[in-house]
């Protein structure tokens, strides 16, 4: 796309069919190189403890209105990408994201996806709306299993009740994919099955993904980077939670080497994501792939330690066990 290239994320980065499979050896129902994200929006009304933008959001520049249009032409002459991602901090805070879902579909996209944290979801008119203009995939945040953890992670009263009803909202729709995304920190970690179960109803619900948290800097002022081992036991319990009910499950940012027979669930990549380039300096401050046996580890999703975490927690080298170079996931 000329002198608007996407900005590639530099872990790596990816999207769902739900009965698809994605990459090679992973459970997960979505491909990432299908998919290509736009960042339209950088407001929001939730004041999420684990925000990885809290402190650039009022710095960061959306998308131009031009730039979504020069995408949405090179999509229709290269089909480069069959969905589009329409995000930001809160993109249903723009009263534009029905008229961008509805050109987005024009211009030849298969999948348009909102991200969100679904509070808007919870009124049926705006679901209409929505799902008439062409959004058929919503990923939505779910921070715990419960209100007044949920509620105390968001720091808004009553948000756990508006995103549960937004999720029921939408399985009431056919031709509808709902995603839920589920940021594990010291407030939540020991919940995640506990979601699991409380999300089992949902029909169009095809897949749960939790991402360990990272900081966004070198050090966890908040104090909400879990131990990996800490976590292990009821990440595991989740994961095999997920696959029981048929559900694709993705895992992010967490040692491959820990997850033993579920490593499946490893897919740190991520779409193609078109954002203000001043968001990478900030997400460099993570400083990845820190692990003492990288250098020596076959793993290819894996993306270590981070500094944060290194600080809080050490190096666990007795713990982390490489894997052979040859024994490696496509
Ligand atoms: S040894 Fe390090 S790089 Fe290899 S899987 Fe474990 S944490 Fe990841």
Partial sequence: MGSSDPVVHPVRFVHPEPAAVGRSGSVSRFDHTQYVSSTMEFRCNLKCVHCMIEDTMDRLAPQTFEHFKTLLAHNATHRQWKGLILTGSEITLHRDLPEWARMARRSGFEHVRIQTHGMRLAQASFCDELIDAGVDEFFVSVAAADASTHDAITQVSGSFDKTLRGLELLDGYDHVTTITNTVVTTRNYTQLNDLVGRLKPLKRLAQMEFWFYFPMSETDEKDLIASHLDVLPFLKEAVAAVRGLGRGVEVKN??????????????????????????????MRNGFHQCVYRQRCGATQCLGLNSAYMEKFGDHAEILKPFPQAQTRQ
């Fill in 254 to 283: 967490f040692p491959e080497c820990l997850l033993g027979a579920d490593r499946d669930a490893l897919y740190n990549d991520q779409p193609t994501l078109f954002i203000d380039p001043a968001f990478w300096t900030e997400f």
